[in-house]
């Protein structure tokens, strides 16, 4: 690994604490770091003077406004087989695929947990949908389950735990095709 210019300069000048104030690091130095000191041509010294750096509070102007207090939540698209089609439908395509590899490498790891925490925060976007009235409570039930198991594939495909991840894939599907029964005559149904 080499080290810019500007981390070695820092480094030199006693600046990482100023330079990295939010707890990162200067790559290590390392041997092949910098040049030998012979090619490295003159060398200056520079004297640096500590300089405090005090806080300083910022006051939010009196007259802005929170932009959410007059435009709360609201569906982009109301039309739930279009929600479904565009949100849900290609990231569970892709999940299948993902999760029908029996050896996950990075990569495949990785885009389980792109699409599991797609499918998990798509959960939420569900409450907002979905019937008033009497089914409002079974169709909350069925977004948070499918959320929850989304959630769970997520933090197992962090884990790279794959028997955690496939159960939790599973689950997921069947929270899924619960809903789909109650509330679309059972059509749509999903497969692992």
């Given at each position: 690994m080499?080290?810019?210019p500007?981390w070695?300069?820092?480094?030199?000048l006693?600046l990482?604490?100023l330079a990295?104030?939010?707890?990162?690091t200067?790559?290590p130095q390392?041997a092949?770091?910098?040049?030998?000191a012979?090619s490295?041509?003159?060398?200056a010294?520079?004297a640096?003077?500590p300089?405090?750096?005090e806080?300083?509070?910022?006051e939010?102007?009196?007259?802005v406004k929170?932009?959410?207090?007059d435009?709360p939540l609201?569906?982009?698209e109301?039309?739930?087989h279009?929600?479904?089609?565009?949100v849900?439908?290609?990231?569970y395509?892709?999940?299948?695929?993902?999760?029908?590899?029996?050896?996950?490498?990075?990569k495949?790891?990785?885009?389980?947990?792109?699409d599991?925490?797609i499918?998990?925060?798509?959960?939420?976007?569900?409450?907002?949908r979905?019937?008033?009235?009497?089914?409002?409570?079974?169709w909350?039930?069925?977004?948070?389950?499918t959320?929850?198991?989304g959630?769970?594939l997520?933090r197992a495909?962090?884990?790279?735990?794959?028997?955690?991840?496939q159960?939790s894939?599973?689950?997921?599907?069947?929270?899924?095709?619960a809903c789909?029964?109650?509330f679309?005559?059972g059509?749509?149904?999903?497969t692992p």
């Amino acid at each position: 690994m080499t080290t810019s210019p500007l981390w070695t300069c820092a480094g030199a000048l006693g600046l990482t604490a100023l330079a990295f104030p939010f707890g990162l690091t200067a790559p290590p130095q390392t041997a092949d770091a910098a040049p030998p000191a012979e090619s490295r041509g003159p060398v200056a010294t520079v004297a640096v003077e500590p300089v405090a750096v005090e806080p300083v509070a910022v006051e939010p102007a009196a007259d802005v406004k929170d932009p959410v207090a007059d435009r709360p939540l609201a569906p982009v698209e109301t039309d739930m087989h279009e929600f479904m089609e565009y949100v849900y439908q290609p990231t569970y395509r892709r999940l299948k695929a993902s999760m029908a590899a029996e050896e996950k490498d990075r990569k495949a790891w990785s885009a389980v947990k792109s699409d599991a925490l797609i499918l998990a925060e798509a959960g939420n976007l569900t409450l907002m949908r979905g019937p008033q009235g009497e089914d409002r409570a079974a169709w909350n039930a069925h977004s948070v389950a499918t959320r929850d198991a989304g959630g769970a594939l997520y933090r197992a495909a962090k884990a790279k735990d794959e028997s955690v991840a496939q159960q939790s894939y599973r689950t997921m599907i069947q929270h899924c095709n619960a809903c789909h029964t109650q509330f679309a005559d059972g059509e749509h149904m999903l497969t692992p």
